[in-house]
């Protein structure tokens, strides 16, 4: 009889799983029986997380381009709202014409009578000529930039591109400054900027009540954040007269106070989880093959946050705690399982083995399908990519890694664990209602008998 198109689905799936279970069967059961691999496995993972976390650039959020632009409008003190909205009309209708605008809206009164805000909606990036095509072309020709080096006479000459001093004052040098668009088209620097003088007096600056100078920066292309602020303590540290001491604002200031708090946060989650555990199976040291896996997780999220050129900001941290969940959730299914084969009366290394067999099919559905979910965040794109794509890299890294090392690791860490709980509470055996535990159960007396025999 012809099978449909869904028995030969399952009757393919039903093969290559059996494979799959053959191969994995064999190799599983290496650090069960030289547990020592198990621990050197351990260690390493431990180790690696430490390196990686020295390594992975460090941030407090990702840079994100949202779309949209909210602009706050004050008009002359004494103004109506009637004469605030007149101003306000006339400059959405020229933000409207601009080529980038997908559509504008305004609220008078936000405020008071002569306040108001305009909030912008902007088209797709594929629709937009990027800032920063015009910033660099414009830091090229009226500052400076370094194009190459040439040798001539023995000597090694730097080619530094700039423009002449006499065209640099020229406000109409704009026109004669081109930057290529999105389409190929050299379009003149004129149209996207405009120069005007402007006086202003001059303040004194405050922070905190004491006198201060702000300093504005930018990150350098390739760093984090996290670099930018080390960089700047050491520099002040070396170079500051006595006396004299920096602080950060902004979002800055809240990076620099929390970053320390990243490890105190990750140790409180997996003591939490660890305690929960212990009221889970009444023990004190079988937790401890579960937590133990985790790490093989961490260090599988700092490496593809690595490859994939990701920070180690909140993002990337909340990434990192739900996988500490979503790891010891999967080791329970094995650890809980060889608990009741063990009860049951099988060996601790039968117990685990066997656990270790039929728990495979649950566990690589429950990761996988975490990991695919995941993806659509791994390669997102448009406005909160980059807020999405952290999350999804951390998460996707650290199920694959973690799961591989749970199905060879945990197993040999339940045979030591539950070896030092049964030294000090007996283990009780009682008779399983599981069927399949029931039918091991039945061969391995038949073997035992035949053994003895």
């Known amino acids: 009889m012809k099978k449909d198109f869904s028995s030969r689905v399952r009757s393919a799936y039903e093969t290559a799983f059996g494979a799959l279970l053959g191969r994995y069967t064999r190799v599983a059961m290496l650090p069960i029986r ?15 997380t430490v390196v990686l976390l020295r390594m992975v650039p460090t941030g407090f ?10 602009v706050d409008v004050s008009t002359p003190s004494g103004y109506t709202m009637a004469k605030t909205e007149e101003v306000m009309v006339r400059m959405t209708d020229r933000i409207q014409q601009l080529p980038e605008v997908e559509s504008v809206g305004s609220v008078v009164g936000f405020g008071g009578a002569n306040k108001g805000m305009v909030q912008v909606q902007l088209k797709p990036w594929s629709q937009r000529v990027s800032p920063s095509t015009v910033l660099n072309e414009l830091g090229a020709f009226l500052g400076s930039s370094y194009v190459s080096n040439f040798n001539k006479y023995n000597q090694v000459y730097q080619v530094t591109m700039q423009l002449r001093p006499t065209d640099r004052a020229d406000l109409h040098s704009l026109d004669r400054l081109f930057v290529r668009s999105a389409e190929g088209r050299m379009l003149p620097v004129s149209q996207f900027v405009t120069l005007r003088k402007e006086y202003m007096p001059q303040s004194l600056g ?23 602020i080390r960089a700047i303590r050491e520099v002040a540290r070396k170079e500051l007269p006595v ?7 902004g979002i800055t200031r809240e990076e620099s106070q929390t970053g320390s708090n990243v490890v105190g946060i990750f140790l409180v989650c997996i003591f939490f989880v660890y305690l929960i555990m212990v009221a889970l199976y009444e023990s004190l040291f079988i937790p401890l093959a579960v937590i133990l896996g985790v790490p093989f997780g961490l260090m599988g999220a700092l490496i593809f946050a690595q490859l994939f050129g990701v920070q180690n900001n909140i993002y990337l941290q909340v990434g990192l705690i739900m996988l500490i969940g979503l790891l010891c959730k999967t080791a329970i299914l094995l650890t809980e399982y060889a608990t009741q084969c063990r009860h049951a009366g099988m060996s601790l290394k039968q117990s685990a083995f066997f656990a270790a067999k039929m728990r495979l099919r649950p566990i690589l559905m429950t990761s996988l399908t975490m990991i695919f979910g995941m993806l659509p965040l791994m390669f997102a794109s448009g406005a909160g990519a980059n807020g999405n794509r952290t999350v999804g890299v951390s998460t996707v890294g650290g199920m694959l890694l973690g799961t ?14 539950q070896t030092l709980q049964e030294r000090f509470k007996p283990v009780e055996f009682v008779e399983s209602d ?20």
């Open 61 to 70: 959020v990702p840079d994100e381009d949202m779309g949209s632009l909210m």
């Open 206 to 228: 405050r922070f905190n009540m004491v006198g201060s100078i702000d300093v504005t920066g930018s990150v350098a292309q390739g760093n984090s954040t996290g670099d930018a």
């Open 404 to 417: 591989l090392g749970l199905l060879f690791v945990v197993p040999a860490l339940f045979v030591i664990f």
């Open 434 to 453: 599981d069927p399949l535990i029931v039918e091991e159960m039945k061969k391995i007396e038949e073997y035992r008998a035949a053994k003895g025999k």
């Open 243 to 249: 006396g004299y001491g920096i602080e950060f604002g």
């Open 34 to 48: 030289k547990k020592w691999l198990a621990a050197v496995a351990v260690v390493a993972a431990m180790a690696m």
